[in-house]
Nanobody, 126 residues
Framework: QVQLVESGGGLVQAGGSLRLSCAPSGRTFGTYAMGWFRQAPGKEREFVAFINRRGGDTYYADFAKGRFTISRDNTNDTVYLRMNSLKPEDTAVYYC???????????????????WGQGTQVTVSS
């Protein structure tokens, strides 16, 4: 069983930056494609970004393009989400998730991810 642990959230002013991290316990990330999702109060959890197993392919939600960057370091089993130019509407709990079976393409669907972290709160003040 993989357990995922996110960190790096916090309170930041609009226009600021944060870098979220996600690390596993139990197994390495080298085996899995990974995604970041977020959930704002009263809203459904939505896709943010995807990275494939080796880190060569990424995909972003439209709102994340140009501002967010997903990356991974398979030598230390960590996936990152760098968020720049943050806006108040980016306020949410951010979750990382692992897609155990994916070897090609990408997924934006929650149901295709097998393991989830507990989330880290990101609050952007105006």
């Amino acid at each position: 069983q993989v357990q995922l642990v996110e960190s790096g959230g916090g309170l930041v002013q609009a226009g600021g930056s944060l870098r979220l991290s996600c690390a596993p316990s139990g197994r390495t990330f080298g085996t899995y494609a990974m995604g970041w999702f977020r959930q704002a109060p009263g809203k459904e959890r939505e896709f943010v970004a995807f990275i494939n197993r080796r880190g060569g392919d990424t995909y972003y939600a439209d709102f994340a393009k140009g501002r967010f960057t997903i990356s991974r370091d398979n030598t230390n089993d960590t996936v990152y989400l760098r968020m720049n130019s943050l806006k108040p509407e980016d306020t949410a709990v951010y979750y990382c998730a692992a897609d155990l079976d994916r070897r090609n393409g990408y997924s934006t669907l929650r149901g295709e991810y097998d393991y989830w972290g507990q989330g880290t709160q990101v609050t952007v003040s105006s």
